[in-house]
């Protein structure tokens, strides 16, 4: 399979909002999961602070991330990882898309969320805590379009608790920054 490079989310508002969130939270010692590292962009200036490693699905995007300096394991969000990780990254694909808007192509990867923008985020939720550390930290990236309010029930559903950390406008959406940890008070690890 030749190269593509129009088969990768170029880095756009999202991507940039995120990284901020990430160079303010990550400590130095962090170990680092980036999912759905797409150009590595976030991956890669995280590396001057700690180790990261990244997944994703698409395997241009694979072969960019690495030609960026960023060690990538090719699979669907936390297939062919082990270990746990002080911070886990991740700016899913959230545009909700109804089945006729489907494209069918490597980029969709990173756009489609399903008809509620949260079908990749559903997945997330329910896996991420198998590699997550005790006191590790989650910076997920959604929209209006998603639903604030869904996805943090979503994520306290399975025993975590989120708050916004960053915000910002882009045309006719809101991105937020949640900041996403495992609810303690409940006693859980």
Known sequence: ???DPCQIYSPEADTFLL???????????DRVLEVGTGTGY??????RTCDVVATDINPHAVLCARNNGVEVVRGDLFAGIRGTFDLVIFNPPYLPTQPGERIDDWLEYALEGGESGRVVIERFAAEVGRVLAPGGRILLLISSLTGLDEVSGLFSRH???????MQQTVDDEELYVLKIERNNKNGDP
Do not use: N, T, Y
């Open 1 to 3: 399979m030749p190269f």
């Open 159 to 165: 025993g975590f608790i989120s708050g916004i950390v």
């Open 42 to 47: 976030i991956a890669a200036e995280l590396l």
């Open 19 to 29: 990284a901020d969130a990430a160079r303010a939270e990550v400590k130095a010692g």
